[in-house]
């Protein structure tokens, strides 16, 4: 069971991740400023992994 909880808060920390970084290439797109944040290429390793 604790096994399970670690994991669905690894998925739930990625979701908020990418949420995150979408929301801020559309902040980005409307106001035509350059990120502050770059989630990079660091979800595609992480969903390899799981």
């Known amino acids: ?3 399970t909880a ?3 808060n690894e ?3 990625q979701v ?3 949420i995150a970084a979408n ?3 559309r ?3 409307l106001t035509g400023s350059s ?3 770059r989630a990079g290429s660091n979800y ?3 969903a390899r992994r799981g």
């Open 16 to 18: 908020r991740n990418i």
């Open 35 to 37: 990120r502050l944040y």
């Open 1 to 3: 069971m604790l096994e």
């Open 27 to 29: 902040l980005d797109v």
């Open 44 to 46: 595609a390793l992480a």
């Open 11 to 13: 998925v739930n920390r």
């Open 6 to 8: 670690k994991r669905l």
């Open 23 to 25: 929301v801020a290439k």
